[in-house]
């Protein structure tokens, strides 16, 4: 199975440019990439925001807009429809000019989107109006430097694989598959309490749009009334947000509910998958019983933008000796027996590149010295232990070590992107990176140990988690 391109199975091209339509234009998705509300915009890395990103973790800049997406050869992604909480603005800073000056300064979404956030009390609206702002492109030619460029919104990966086949050569196009981020998105009305008929009801619209979403992350940062969420939010924006209302609970009576209609297929419905990333480890635990017990389990395990936290289990957090204090380890990333469920189901792991969630402050603070080319593979080097990691742990196991890794940025999330490769634009350099890291460890005593049958060459590694795996699996289940 060859393809040309790069896969990202979780990233947000359209946050900023949506956020940056207000007020002067709401949802309005320009086709002139020099305008700061269309997903073709580069805004571009300055000496300044590249300062604050390496001192404060600040990305203001694009990282994923679709002119980005070409320029790195990543034109297969799957873009996240995120209504952004309200938990964000309305803060420990309080609602009024001060905390929305500081949450537009760490999203770069402007402060009129943080207004009309502020005051929202319909997320299922805005969820829409996001969605529209995709729609209104969609296959629409666009020129930028005498070149033509598009995106294609795909409803399944036979479509990708058949526009190929009959535009061969085709270089400036972006296939767009949509997913969503946090089941808050159904809420229609935030001032009363969660209402089941009026999330049924819109999950079901949601099931028979143009375009229904490949999967869904159940929870993010905030109490969705459904299902517990993982403490997910750190350092600057952690000390002036409260995640405390459902941290850590398991699924309620109502998640269960709406994780059943996801997952519906009956009567020709659209079957929606759940990512498991955000979800408390409580409800992690529950939904493997779930799929196993009533679907035999016979559904992936999703994980679209995610890490190793290199213990053993939730009730054995033991942390591998030979790697000391270099992973993150916090539970909103995966356990070793989650990832040994994930592989045996068939699923799918996003690898997230923010250097904050891939490693420990204690690491990213031994290297923050180093420049140039050192930087870059020192920097490249923490994402590499996780990919080691995955497949030493595979490997024990007796599975393929090297089947279920994937890149699942979290570009233009809120995120602290891996300095020196800080947007997508970035990896074909961070492809070679790794491959160099792969190269060395394979010829490694470690290395060595392998089982012949995961003793791949380092291009093959490279191959599976940039695109092959990510490919096996949308023709798998993207249907």
């Known amino acids: 199975m060859q393809h040309p391109f790069y896969i990202d199975f979780h990233c947000h091209p359209s946050l900023k440019p949506f956020g940056k339509s207000f007020p002067d234009s709401p949802g309005v998705n320009s086709d002139d990439s020099e305008d700061i509300n269309s997903v073709w915009h580069q805004s571009g890395i300055s000496l300044s925001s590249g300062i604050l990103q390496d001192l404060l973790g600040i990305a203001r800049f694009t990282q994923s807009d679709f002119y980005t997406l070409v320029q790195g050869n990543c034109k ?18 309080g609602d009024g000019g001060l905390s929305r000056v500081a949450s537009s300064f760490i999203t770069k979404v402007g402060e009129e989107r943080v207004r009309d956030i502020q005051h929202i009390n319909d997320y299922f609206a805005d969820l829409k109006k996001e969605y529209a702002f995709y729609k209104q492109l969609n296959n629409t030619t666009v020129t930028i430097d005498g070149e033509d460029y ?180 916090e539970d909103i990333n995966l356990f070793d027996d989650e990832i040994l469920i994930l592989a045996r189901s068939g699923g ?57 890794v994937v890149i699942g940025s979290d570009s233009d999330g809120i995120i602290n992107p891996i300095n020196g490769f800080l947007t997508l634009e970035s990896l074909p350099e961070l492809y070679e990176y790794l491959k160099a890291h792969a190269n060395n460890y394979l010829r490694s005593k470690r290395g060595g140990y392998l089982n012949d049958y995961n003793k791949l060459t380092a291009k093959e590694i490279m191959d599976k988690v940039f695109y092959k795996n990510g490919a096996a699996f949308l023709e798998q289940w993207f249907v």
């Open 76 to 93: 297969l992604i799957c873009a996240s429809l995120y209504p952004i909480e309200k938990g964000f603005f309305n803060n420990k800073l």
């Open 150 to 329: 598009l995106y294609k919104i795909v409803k399944n990966y036979a479509e990708v694989t058949q526009y190929l086949k009959d535009k061969p050569g085709t270089e400036n196009v972006v296939f767009v598959i949509i997913t969503i981020e946090g089941m808050h998105v159904l809420n229609s009305d935030l001032s009363a309490p969660a209402n089941e008929q009026s999330f049924k009801r819109n999950l079901m619209e949601v099931k028979n749009w143009e375009h229904p979403p490949f999967f869904i992350t159940f929870c993010h940062h905030f109490n969705n009334f459904l299902c517990g969420h993982a403490k997910s939010l750190f350092d600057t924006v952690g000390s002036v947000t409260d995640q405390q209302s459902g941290l850590d609970e398991p699924f309620q009576s109502l998640g269960w509910t709406m994780l059943r209609a996801m997952l519906d297929d009956s009567g020709g419905q659209k079957r929606i998958y759940p990512d498991i990333k955000h979800m408390s480890i409580a409800a992690r635990i529950e939904y493997y019983k779930f799929i196993e017990d009533e679907f035999n389990g016979k559904v992936p395990i999703i994980v679209s933008h995610g890490a190793a936290n290199v213990m053993r289990s939730h009730a054995e957090p033991v942390i591998d000796a030979r790697l000391g204090n270099t992973f993150f380890d």
């Open 348 to 404: 799918i792991m996003g690898l997230q590149l923010d250097e904050h969630r891939i490693a420990s402050k204690e690491a990213i603070a031994d290297i923050a010295g180093a420049t140039g080319v050192e930087k870059k593979t020192l920097r490249s080097k923490l994402l590499w232990n996780q990919i080691q990691y995955v497949a030493e742990l595979l490997d024990g196991a007796n599975l393929p070590a090297w089947d279920c």
